[in-house]
């Protein structure tokens, strides 16, 4: 599988951005696509996800009311909407894929080459 994140850029707190990832290959569509983010210094933190069996997105609750997850299968594609942005949400963003509904970052098999959000005060 190959994923292809894009939509990070530069923006002022509280502005919003819209970030795709679109999956091509050796993708099944029962699988799931999760966002994950990394901040300088810090772990990996899963942000959101889509599991395509029974099309439900699932987020964790620090980023649920701001965050939400979407996708269109007919496009391979998953979205991540990042609304009221803080300066602490700057980070490379990453989407990935798994063969479960998880959190857990091990779990994922497949990852994208991550776009870089820069959310300044």
């Known amino acids: 599988v190959q994923l292809q994140a894009s939509g990070g850029g530069l923006v002022q707190a509280g502005a919003s951005l819209r970030l795709s990832c679109v999956a091509s290959?050796?993708?099944?569509?029962?699988?799931?696509l999760g966002w994950f983010r990394q901040a300088p210094g810090k772990e990996r933190e899963f942000v959101g996800g889509?599991?395509?069996?029974?099309?439900?997105?699932y987020l964790p609750s620090s980023v649920e009311g701001r965050f939400t997850v979407s996708g269109d299968s007919a496009k391979n594609t998953v979205w991540l909407q990042l609304n009221n942005l803080k300066p602490e949400d700057t980070a490379i963003y990453y989407c990935?894929?798994?063969?479960?509904?998880?959190?857990?970052?091990?779990?994922?098999?497949?990852w994208g080459q991550g776009t870089l959000v820069t959310v300044s005060s």
């Open positions: 990935a894929q798994s063969k479960t509904a998880s959190m857990i970052s091990r779990t994922y098999e497949s």
């Open positions: 290959g050796h993708w099944f569509n029962t699988h799931t």
């Open positions: 889509l599991s395509w069996h029974g099309g439900l997105p």
